[in-house]
Nanobody, 121 residues
C-alpha cells in the first residue's frame, strides 16, 4: 500500500503564508512527478504546481511568484510554500504523486486526503 499524508493547512489572513507538506509512505520503488491540486467549492479540481523527480517545476498562472513547490527525494516528501495568500486561494489542497511500487510495475496515480486552506480576515 502507498499513502500520501498531507499537513499544514489552516486559516490565514490575506497576505499571510502557509506551508503544506505531503509525505509518501509504503512500498515505493520510485516517485516520478509530485504535485499539488486544489478544489474550491463549486469548482473543478485544478493543478496548482508540479515538480518532476529532476526538479523541474510548473505553476498555474494565478500562483506564479507567490507559491513555491519543492521536494525532498530522500524523505519522499513534497512541499508547497504559499506566500501572499489571497481569498481566492481558499480551497481543499490535494497532494498527488506518480509512484512505481516495483521496477516492473508501471507507475500509478496516488492522492492525499486533502487539507483545507482558508484565506479570510
Amino acid at each position: 500500500q502507498v499513502q500520501l499524508v498531507e499537513s499544514g493547512g489552516g486559516l490565514v489572513q490575506p497576505g499571510g503564508s502557509l506551508r503544506l507538506s505531503c509525505a509518501a509512505s509504503g512500498i515505493i520503488f520510485s516517485i516520478n512527478a509530485m504535485g499539488w491540486y486544489r478544489q474550491a467549492p463549486g469548482k473543478q479540481r485544478e493543478l496548482v504546481a508540479v515538480i518532476t523527480n529532476g526538479g523541474s517545476t510548473t505553476y498555474t498562472d494565478s500562483v506564479k511568484g507567490r507559491f513555491t513547490i519543492s521536494r525532498d527525494n530522500a524523505k519522499n516528501t513534497v512541499y508547497l510554500q504559499m506566500n501572499s495568500l489571497k481569498p481566492e486561494d481558499t480551497a481543499v489542497y490535494y497532494c498527488h504523486a506518480d509512484i512505481s511500487r516495483r521496477s516492473y510495475i508501471p507507475p500509478s496515480d496516488y492522492w492525499g486526503q486533502g487539507t483545507q486552506v482558508t484565506v479570510s480576515s
